[in-house]
């Protein structure tokens, strides 16, 4: 009787610290998790974090006929957090273990958020609503969904046109080094400013009714809410002839823009969130994209649509996706079942697709 008292007291101790993990960090959430020890007066706080996404995916390709089943480890990643010496000075480690087929096949810029070390950073907070300073490698303040932990979509990846307005091609949640000013997440003001190796970053947002506005899904429920965002990242960098990208803060190479606006609106267990994006760069014509996520929490299932647009010079591509989560512990311990397709100019499919994701996150 003793050991099961015990235990409760622990588990809801933990749950009370998550609830608080992420304030004064880098990067909203931080896939942080539900295990903290700290001294009585609350200078020293130390805890970590687990993150494991096992799929099952099968496509289709109809323009080459062939079908493939895989099983795959989406993400699988640890990470330590907490603040030393003072409650205002925090920290953030976190690294991946996943097999990155991609990165290997050489599919993808060599540069950024490869590294098995995804993020190093501490973040002092002068006010902890008003400003806070952080350095090392962290993810750059841009568009919702790509500052979002990948713990907390309604998908088992983020929409695929996030990919091709990311600030490093191909890729979702990009870090890199450098230092960022800002004033946390989800305050009724919130913005970010980044200086880092490869381009300037910036992000502007508004969230009302107390809005968690960095995760995906209604599970806190309540009346309606919103939050919306402005963001903008302007290219230090190009991909040279190996595919990795150059920075060099003296450069004065400002020839590429990406900018987006995003929100995110939640009532009574239904949430949405969407993004526009525009993409300019020298001598090129401009593109756009956006994209779309709804889902609706009934007790602990949730069933999921999306929609995916992106315009590159001379044509466009689709993504039709739909889906259904069931919540056994939040986001701590749950499943994702999702199908779609994606088209192109032609209005081929190319390819079909459908998977279960489990998730499991401490």
């Excluded at 568009?143 to 490093?168: C, D, E, G």
């Excluded at 397709?341 to 998730?359: M, R, S």
């Amino acid at each position: 009787m003793y050991k099961k008292t015990a235990f409760l007291v622990c588990a809801m101790a933990a749950l009370i610290s998550f609830n608080n993990a992420y304030a004064g960090t880098t990067t909203p959430h931080a896939d942080q998790g539900l295990f903290e020890v700290k001294s009585a007066d609350g200078n020293y706080r130390l805890g970590f974090s687990a993150l494991l996404q096992p799929r099952l995916e099968y496509q289709h390709w109809k323009t080459k006929d062939s079908n493939k089943l895989n099983f795959d480890l989406n993400r699988a990643r640890f990470g330590f957090y907490g603040n030393v010496f003072d409650p205002a000075l925090t920290f953030l480690f976190q690294a991946q273990f996943e097999h990155d087929a991609e990165r290997k096949s050489g599919l993808r810029p060599k540069e950024l958020g490869y590294a098995s070390l995804t993020d190093f950073s501490i973040n002092y907070a002068f006010s902890q609503e008003f400003f806070h300073i952080a350095a090392g490698k962290f993810t750059v303040p841009f568009a919702r969904q790509q500052v979002m932990s990948p713990a907390r979509y309604q998908f088992a990846n983020a929409l695929s046109t996030n990919r091709y307005f990311a600030i490093a091609p191909e890729e979702d949640n990009i870090r890199d080094i450098g230092v960022m000013f800002h004033n946390g997440w989800n305050n009724p003001l919130e913005y970010a400013l980044a200086i880092v190796q490869h381009g300037i970053g910036a992000r502007l947002g508004y969230n009302y009714n107390n809005i968690d506005g960095y995760d995906a899904v209604d599970l806190k429920g309540g009346d309606f809410r919103f939050g919306v965002g402005v963001s903008g990242y302007l290219h230090r960098s190009k991909l040279d002839k190996n595919g990795n990208l150059k920075g060099d803060l003296l450069s004065k190479d400002f020839n590429h823009i990406n900018a987006s606006a995003d929100f995110i609106i939640k009532a009574h267990g239904f949430a949405t969130n969407g993004v526009f994006y525009y993409n300019w760069e020298k001598s090129k014509e401009a593109t756009m994209g956006a994209g779309l996520d709804l889902g609706y929490l009934m007790g602990s299932f949730e069933p999921v649509l999306r929609y995916g647009w992106y315009k590159p010079v001379g044509e466009q591509r689709h993504e039709i996706m739909g889906g259904l989560n069931y919540y056994a512990f939040g986001h701590n311990l749950k499943t994702q079942l999702y199908g779609g397709v994606y088209l192109d100019a032609q209005k081929e499919l190319n390819p079909i697709i459908a998977g279960l994701q489990l998730q499991f996150a401490l």
